[in-house]
Every structure is written in C-alpha cells, then in structure tokens.
C-alpha cells in the first residue's frame, strides 16, 4: 500500500491542543508536496455530533456532503484548505451502529460479536477507507485522552495496524503535557513518564513524543524524556503556546518534526515551502488597525461553540489587514433599555446561527440597533432569519412576524418548515416531516446558490453561482417575497429554482447582510471567505470614522 499512516494519541488531560497539532503536522506534510489527508476518531457514543448541545461539544462542524462531524475536521479543512467527507470522521456510536447493522443482517453467520475483532476490525476499516483516494499519508487522531475506558477500541485497532501494514506505513505520535512549575523553576516530565507508560501497557510504543509546553523544553530534557520513553532522542518535540494558532505549523518546522516524520516513514526528503504561513504570520503581526465585532449569541461562554465564526472573522481581518477583537454579548441579556450601550463600541454586529427560541427577542432587537444606527450587520442562519422577522416587524408592520420555531400559532409565520422541496445536492424531491426523529430533517450540506448581480453579495463573491454549506430545518416563506421587496428588502441570493431565499440584504445601509447558509465552515486562513472579508472591511470602514462622516 502507498499511503503511510500517522496515530496522534493524547496523554495526561484533554485540551491540549492535538486536533491543531493534527492539522498543523497535515499543513506542514502538505507543503512537503505531499497529498494528505486527515481524520478523527472520537470515542463517544452518539452516532454524530449532531444532537450534541453546544455548551457540552463546542460547534458542529458541517462539511460539503452534509456530515455533522467534530469541530476538529474545521482545523483540518482550514490547514489542508481542502475539503473533507463523512469519512474523516467517525464516532464509536457510528461504529458499533455498523455492527449492530450487520450482526442484524446475519453478516456474522451465527458467530459471537465482540469488541476484537467486530468492532476493532470496524475500525480498520474506518481507517484505511482513507487509503482508497490513494493519499501519501493518512493522518489519524484519536479524541480522548490515553486511560479513558471508551477509548481502548481504538488504541487496539491501530495497535493491530502496525503488523497489518508493517513498520514503515505506520507512526504512533504522542502528545503529552510537560508542566513548567514556578516553584520549582523546571519543567516537569513525570506526567509525559506515566503517560507513556499507559501508552506502552496496551501494546504501542511512540514513535514521536510532542510535549505541550509554557515555553521551549532544553536539549537535557529532551534527552530525559526520550531515554524515560523509549524514543529517538531526536523525536521529542515541544509544542509551546503560541498567539497565533497558525504559527504552530512555522514552530514544528523550526525543530524538525515534519523531517523526522519523513525520515521515519521514509517519505520523499523535500523542504517544506511555507511562504504562504510567513505571509499570513507576518499580515497577521503588522496589523493595520483593529476593529471590535459585537457577537450576538447564545453560547457566549463557550467559545468552542462558535470555533469557524471566530477564526473566519479573524480570516476577514487578514484580508483587511485588521486586528479584529470579538465581544461575545449574551442575547439573552439585551432589552429595549440596554441594547445601545451592550452594543456600543462595535464596529460590526454579528448574529450567529442557533437553535431554540432563548434569547431570540435580544438578537431581534440587536439588529433593529445595527439597521437603524446603520452599523455593519452580518446574520448568518437564525441570524438571518431574525434579520428578516425583524425587517417584517418594523418595516412591514407586522408586529406578530416570527419564525414556526418560536411561535407554531402566529399568522405571520414569515420563517417556516417548508414540507416539500427540490433538493439539488440529492438531484430529488425531499420531504420534511415536522414530527420525525431530531437528526433527519435538516437541510445539510453544501447547496448551489444563485447570486443576483448588482447586489452586495455578487460585490463579494464575484460570481453567479456559488456553493455554500448548510444545517437548518426551517425556511424563509416566500409567500412575504413580494411584500418585502417592495419595502427595500432585496433578495440577493436564491437557490437554482428559485424556491429558497439564501441571501438577504439591505443597499441602503453601509452593510447588511443575512445568508441562510454557514460561509463561516468554508473560510480558511489563506483564502477568507468573500462575505466575511466584506464585513470586516465595512467594519473597517466604521471604525476608521465612517459614521462621523454621516
Ligand atoms: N434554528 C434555525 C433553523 O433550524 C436556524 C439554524 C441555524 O442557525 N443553524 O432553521
């Protein structure tokens, strides 16, 4: 087989940052020349993440083919600046889910099923599914820490895979934490010792030890650790905290980890070009200004919850050459009293997608504040849809205007579920029934757009038909269309048919904009996505004195 396989494992506590050290190790293989691709595989039950609440799971993250995966595959896409698939992420719900399917079919012919080897071969096969695309190295990270019970399928399956797949197809690398305590002024190793210890008592044995570290580790105890843990002196490397997440892949360069592993694996030696990661580095630390964006949401305090928006607005600020600061308003907390001085100081107010109605009336009133005072607005997913219960509330006078979501009863149901509609990315009639179960009635995915010229939209994207990713039930009720239109609402981006409303904007007004879609899970570091480099560049534009001008 061509493709070489890479297992990232985790020690001593999570939130070490191993799905960017993933993606950062991707990035730096890639730029090698080499075709890569990347996966996660995450030891919880549900079958995805779908029906995770954000507060426990941080975002859902939605790919082109309408998985709901682990924010991790986000980090991926944004440093591969390539598009994944179902298959880069699995859950042990989606595996056992497969067996169960199978010992229900009869596929086991009678025999017993068991953890090895159904479900570890379930897993094989999850991962070398990979090699099918014929990539020069598969990456694989496995979620949870070493010592977690849940985890132990998978640390078998990839333990078998070395002997499967033969020593040089195959490198084990561990990320551990090395602590540096005040008191004692050292950094300490024990916690890397155990965790490796844990590591070698079910069978696999690192390769490479990244330690996660306040500041570099010395030559000495680099030495320590790999004489502790069995390693090439030459394989300890330090992950040390950096401000930037996309400096991670220039600091791996800087001591060798992508040589090492290329070395390892006996992949072709070829310097890796990182000219474009320079670039964004230094555009990123030579900021031209800086511009503070009001969020407006619900899940303000976990800011994993809104993983893409974050690192697309901070996209938008690269393709400005701004610092953008974010100030996460809680919409619960907004009233008719509070919501100039809750939003005062924002350059641009951004309403972010969401479910339920918690919060809503806030979000609502933020924007009336941003249209009236005419402060750049961006509404993405609920966040349009409350741009436009709004517009219809105070513009249109219909003050009983809301979505099905939060009010089954009212007339004005100018958001809805729409029961019946062409669904492009299936090429057939699709039909939502309101009372089946939760994960089946989204709209999910990437879906064509057509964009109107001479609109804002069209400014920014330049083009007729774009693609853009989904994850909504309900719909912007086209029977307001005309209404609306008429009081200056313009609807700027429609699906083919011209069925679904997916852009709605407002042209007088510096920037006010709403999509139905998610453009926050398609931006990347080096190519920002078109509608968040217009935002920020209206908010650029407020901040640099506009309003004063008006
Ligand atoms: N709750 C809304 C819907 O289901 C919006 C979803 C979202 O913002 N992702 O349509």
């Not at 009720?477 to 005309?482: D, L, Q, T």
Request: aromatic share 8%; charged share 25%.
């Amino acid at each position: 087989m061509k493709t070489k396989f890479i297992f990232i494992t985790g020690g001593v506590l999570s939130s070490l940052g191993k799905g960017l050290a993933a993606a950062s190790i991707g990035a730096l293989l890639k730029a090698r020349g080499l075709k890569v691709t990347i996966q996660k595989l995450d030891p919880y039950i549900n079958v995805d993440p779908g029906t995770m609440n954000p507060f426990q799971h941080g975002e859902v993250y939605v790919t082109d083919d309408g998985a709901e995966t682990d924010l991790d595959l986000g980090h991926y896409e944004r440093y591969l600046g390539e598009s994944l698939s179902q298959k880069n992420n699995y859950t042990s719900g989606s595996i056992y889910n497969r067996v169960i399917t199978k010992e229900r079919r009869g596929d086991y012919l009678g025999g017993t099923v068991q953890v090895i080897p159904h479900v570890t071969d379930e897993i094989k096969n999850a991962i070398l599914g990979l090699a099918e695309d014929e990539p020069d190295v598969a990456l694989i990270e496995i979620g949870g820490t070493v010592g977690d019970i849940e985890g132990l399928p998978f640390l078998e399956a990839i333990r078998q895979l070395r002997g499967d797949l033969g020593k040089d197809h195959c490198l084990y690398v561990h990320l551990t934490l090395v602590p540096y305590l005040k008191a004692a002024g050292e950094h300490k190793t024990k916690p890397t010792q155990h965790s490796v210890k844990e590591l070698r008592s079910i069978g696999i044995q690192p390769d490479i030890i990244l330690c996660r570290c306040e500041k570099a580790i010395s030559v000495d105890l680099k030495r320590k650790i790999a004489l502790f843990c069995d390693v090439d002196q030459d394989a300890v490397f330090s992950s040390v905290d950096v401000d930037n997440i996309y400096e991670v892949p220039l600091r791996f360069y800087e001591e060798g980890f992508d040589q090492k592993i290329a070395i390892m694996l006996r992949l072709p030696a070829k310097n890796a070009n990182l000219e474009s990661w320079e670039t964004l580095i230094h555009t990123c630390s030579h900021p031209e200004g800086q511009v503070t964006i009001g969020i407006v949401g619900k899940y303000v305090d976990l800011k994993e919850a809104y993983k893409s928006l974050h690192e697309a607005l901070i996209h938008g600020g690269v393709a400005n050459k701004v610092k953008v600061n974010l100030r996460y308003v809680n919409s619960e907390e907004i009233t008719e009293a509070n919501v100039a001085e809750k939003l005062a100081g924002c350059d641009g107010i951004l309403v972010p997608g969401g479910f339920g109605h918690r919060g809503v009336e806030g979000k609502i009133r933020s924007i009336r504040h941003a249209r009236e005072h005419r402060i750049p607005f961006f509404g993405i997913c609920l966040g349009m849809q409350c741009a436009v219960i709004e517009y219809a509330r105070n513009v249109l006078g219909l003050a009983d205007a809301n979505s099905e979501e939060f009010n089954e009863l009212t007339d004005n149901k100018v958001i809805y579920l729409m029961t019946e509609w062409y669904d492009f990315r299936k090429g057939a009639v699709e039909r939502r029934d309101a009372s089946s179960d939760k994960g089946g009635t989204l709209r999910l995915g990437a879906y064509p757009c057509v964009v109107v010229p001479g609109t804002r939209a069209w400014d920014a994207y330049g083009a007729e038909r774009v693609d853009e990713r989904h994850r909504h039930r309900f719909e912007f009720n086209k029977a307001y269309f005309e209404a609306m239109a008429e009081k200056g609402l313009v609807f700027s981006g429609l699906s083919p048919d011209g069925e679904l409303v997916e852009i709605v904007e407002l042209p007088d007004h510096p920037w006010f904009l709403g999509c139905q879609f998610h453009p926050e899970f398609k931006s990347n570091p080096m190519r920002p996505h078109p509608l968040f480099r217009e935002f920020i560049k209206a908010a650029k534009k407020e901040a640099m004195g506009g309003k004063k001008g008006k």
